[in-house]
């Protein structure tokens, strides 16, 4: 088992070489590292990603969230007879020593019907609920979209 870890954990420094993650917040061996919202060209609406990184040796799921403006929803990019949109999802399985990387064309959370537009310099809190790990509260700033899309460009 120590083995197995110290084999995983060289990887994902591999991996990481290059594009330091920053973590922004952390419920018990759940990190979340690179959060940043996007606006978009609809004013109440707004795309929030971030890094999900699973330290424990159990599979957890992402069973709620939250932000401080608007109504947050889990999307996934699904492709379907040729044609690319998004669809909602319920749960989201992060394995043992598993990351998963919300990012533009795939995994995304869904900020609407907000009262006030994201305004590139404002940030916006977040809360996400794990089965296993609690509960973790975090601040995702807010990027313009061409500056949001630059920091996957990497
Ligand atoms: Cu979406």
């Known amino acids: 088992m120590k083995t197995t870890q ?4 060289t990887l994902v420094f591999a991996a990481c070489a290059g594009e330091q993650r920053v973590e922004v917040g952390r419920a018990g061996e759940m990190a979340v590292s690179d959060a940043v919202v996007l606006v ?4 109440d609406i707004a795309s929030l990603y971030f890094t999900l990184e699973n330290h424990g040796t159990e599979t957890d799921t992402l069973r709620g969230l939250s932000a401080s403006i608007g109504t947050a929803t889990l999307h996934d990019v699904v492709t379907e007879g040729g044609l690319t949109r998004m669809a909602p999802v319920g749960l989201l399985t992060i394995p043992p020593d598993g990351t998963i990387e919300l990012r533009p064309g795939g995994y995304h959370v869904m900020l609407t019907g907000m009262a006030e537009p994201a305004i590139p310099g404002d940030s916006i809190e977040v809360r996400l609920t794990f089965a296993v790990n609690g509960q973790v509260g975090f601040v995702a700033p807010v990027m313009s979209f061409a500056d949001g899309m630059a920091r996957f460009e990497r």
Request: charged share 0%; hydrophobic share 60%.
């Open 6 to 9: 110290l084999v995983a954990g």
């Open 40 to 43: 978009t060209a609809v004013p």
